[in-house]
């Protein structure tokens, strides 16, 4: 049997990103319930969300992190806050999904102020300098400029646009489905001019 996959915690200058736990379920289903968030993901993220929408989401990974797929799941804490956990980061280093192998969402109150773009960068950092990896892929859909700009301020290279259902293009008209993909390369990883502190 594969080794079971740690997902270790990592601190940037404003975040603590730690393990994704069963105890998550009361904020993700607060936070990650929101339309703004949900449009631009996969056509697999249900919406409207269901009420046990986020106990389904950390038992699904958990089986799937104990059957030895290699998941890493961070939740993004604010350092000095309650404890809450306002976003998510997930890696899949060894996934061909179409997808991509990194994704995330922030809650909506903690939109534009860095705060993505610092904990991407730390786990660019993890990805390349400890689990040794050369490159990854990472999506977005062509309408979600935000997440675009992280991979921008993050080191990502535009690497072309693919079809690929999402929220937006299964619900309205005014969307399509089209997908942007960026490429990660090791040389190419930065920071940001952020400071994202260690590995715990």
Same mark, same amino acid.
């Given at each position: ?19 994704? &736990? ?12 929101? =339309?703004?968030? #949900?449009?631009?993901? &996969?056509?697999?993220?249900? =919406? ?22 290699? #998941?890493?799941? =961070? ?10 956990? #306002? ?17 995330? =969402? ?34 977005? &859909? ?19 646009? #693919? ?38």
């Amino acid at each position: 049997m594969s080794e079971i996959t740690k997902t270790p915690t990592l601190q940037t200058a404003r975040l603590i990103l730690r393990p994704l &736990a069963l105890t998550d379920a009361p904020a993700i289903q607060r936070h990650f319930n929101n =339309w703004n968030i #949900i449009q631009h993901l &996969a056509s697999v993220v249900p =919406w409207p969300y269901p009420e046990d929408g986020a106990e389904t989401f950390i038992a699904r990974e958990l089986e799937k992190v104990a059957a030895g797929e290699e #998941i890493y799941n =961070w939740m993004l804490v604010l350092r000095g806050g309650d404890g809450e956990a #306002i976003g998510n980061i997930r890696f899949r280093p060894g996934s061909d999904d179409a997808n991509g192998n990194r994704g995330f =969402w922030l809650a909506e109150h903690y939109w534009n102020r860095g705060l993505m773009s610092e904990a991407v960068s730390a786990v660019n950092d993890f990805a390349f300098r400890t689990l040794g990896i050369e490159s990854f892929y990472a999506c977005n &859909a062509a309408t979600n400029v935000a997440s675009r700009r992280v991979k921008q301020k993050t080191g990502a290279e535009l690497v072309g646009y #693919i079809e690929l259902a999402h929220a937006s293009a299964l619900r309205s008209l005014s969307f399509g489905g089209q997908v942007v993909v960026w490429l990660l390369a090791d040389d190419a990883a930065g920071s940001g001019g952020i400071s994202f502190g260690q590995v715990l």
